[in-house]
């Protein structure tokens, strides 16, 4: 089953302002990576924070990492319509690549040019 | 960087027959795949975790027998979805546990 909910669902915002998507878990974590889909397409990593790290950036994104609160947030700073896909958070709980991954429902962001 | 080669990339078939999905490893070995399946607009489910030269691991409510797993070779793994039905219809994705961010381009089943 899913351990991860992420909220929103579905997120509207235009161009040049900000996203934040949250996700939750239930279980403990190595750790949380975030993923994007565009529509009908395979997915593509965007970043992995562990499970001994709070925050990480990587260009325009930043993902915060709360264990006590079984949280992580991803922030896309000054969105553009190529943003526009679904964003999924994924939790590892082994300690190699070879291990499992649990992805949240997602949220779906569109960003209006 | 690793790269996954999936295919066929979108199938319509029809129902009561068979469809094979292949994930190639390029230019490393995956001795682990893992096979999700994801419905319209929701998450992605695992269904199995292929080993290769061992018997695939299916998640619970996952039809061995429908879904068929072969994992023969270090580089090659595939789902064969039998006798479909358009409830089966769904986007498929392979992910190598070679590395953490290798996933194919996925297959999108649609069965008529």
Redesign the interface.
């Known amino acids: 089953s ?1 351990q ?1 909910e992420e909220d929103p669902q579905a997120l509207s915002i235009q161009e040049g302002e900000n996203a934040t998507m949250n996700c939750s878990y239930k279980t403990s974590i190595n750790n949380l ?1 975030w993923y994007r889909q565009n529509s ?4 593509v ?1 965007l970043i ?1 924070i562990r499970s001994n790290e709070r925050e990480k950036h990587s260009g325009r994104l930043r993902v915060t990492l709360d264990t006590s609160k079984k949280s992580s947030s991803l922030l896309i700073t000054a969105s553009r319509a190529a943003d526009t896909a679904s964003y ?1 958070c994924a939790t590892d709980a082994g300690e ?11 949220t ?1 962001l569109t960003v209006n040019p | 960087g690793a790269v996954v080669s ?1 295919h066929p990339s979108r199938v319509i078939c029809k129902s009561g027959t068979s469809v094979k999905i292949e994930c190639r490893s390029l230019d490393f070995q995956a ?2 795949m ?1 096979w ?1 399946r994801q419905f319209p ?6 269904m199995a ?1 292929s080993n290769e030269g061992s018997k695939a691991t299916y998640e619970q409510g996952v039809e061995k027998d429908k879904f068929l797993i072969n994992h023969a070779s270090l580089t090659l793994s595939t789902l064969t979805v039998t006798s479909a039905h358009p409830e089966d219809s769904s ?1 498929y ?1 392979c ?1 190598t ?5 290798t ?4 297959t ?1 089943l649609t069965v008529v």
């Open positions: 899913q991860g990576q009908g397409r395979g997915l990593h992995l999924f190699t690549s070879g291990s499992r991954l649990t992805f949240g429902e997602g779906q | 999936q001795t682990t893992f999700y607009k929701q998450s992605l489910m695992l975790t986007f994705i992910r546990g070679t590395h953490y961010y996933f194919g381009s996925g999108r």
